[in-house]
């Protein structure tokens, strides 16, 4: 059973673009998170959707957005990329919203 | 809000040693909670999940309990081994009021381990 996959794993922007990073579940899986890890604050959640709709949202500006599509798979949009927005997105699924989380091996954003 | 702490933050031992790993959360009401290794530059693994209702879990060499009055869990890690070296983070999903009512994860800044040979 193939696990939660990530694309692209690496890639540099620079200020002012905007970066989509796509993300597919494990199949079956109705429910796709997304994280920010940094070193200066750790993981933090971004937002959840499950079923192609957004349940829950963390404490990031609208730069910071997201969609789920039919089949599951998500994508997150990043707009008027700051050096701050350096950083591992990862994103999880799971069976359940609220279930069991499995990550992906993330996409690491370089913005210069 | 929640705020979620591990401690140690690092810890260095010699290979065969038990090790217990520490994670507390300031609010008790949480719907589950999740240990996690992390190895550099790479996702997160899964270990093992602790539901709101549970006390504890276990995986082959690993244990993990939960006690909700007091905000505590802990990862207690059998006769280490090499290989066991990483990142272990825990997770607590929550009610957050600020988005909406709904539970959302938080997660502490992780225990970096090294079991040396």
């Known amino acids: 059973k193939a696990g939660v996959t990530q694309t692209p794993r690496y890639l540099i922007k620079t200020r002012g673009q905007q970066v989509t990073l796509s993300c597919s579940p494990i199949s079956g899986h109705r429910s796709v998170s997304w994280y920010q890890q940094t070193p200066g604050q750790g993981l933090q959640f971004l937002f959840e959707?499950?079923?192609?709709?957004?349940?829950n949202k963390g404490n990031f500006p609208g730069r910071f957005s997201g969609r789920q599509f039919s089949n599951s798979r998500s994508e997150m949009n990043v707009s008027t990329l700051e050096l701050g927005d350096s950083a591992l997105y990862l994103c999880a699924s799971s069976l359940l919203a609220s279930g069991e989380l499995f990550f992906g091996e993330g996409s690491r954003l370089t913005v210069l | 809000k929640q705020e979620v702490t591990q401690i140690p933050a690092a810890l260095s031992v010699p290979e065969g040693e038990n090790l217990v790993l520490n994670c507390s959360f300031t609010d008790s009401a949480i719907y589950n909670l999740q240990w996690f290794r992390q190895d550099p530059g790479k996702g997160l693994t899964s270990l093992l999940l602790i539901q709101s209702s549970q006390r504890e879990q276990t995986s082959g060499r690993l244990n993990a309990s939960l006690d909700k009055s007091s905000g505590r869990s802990t990862l207690y890690i059998a006769a280490s081994q090499p290989g066991d070296s990483a990142t272990y983070l825990c997770a607590v999903r929550s009610l957050s009021l600020a988005s909406g009512g709904s539970y959302i994860p938080t997660f502490g800044r992780g225990t970096s381990l090294i079991v040396h040979p």
């Open positions: 959707y499950f079923s192609e709709t957004q349940r």
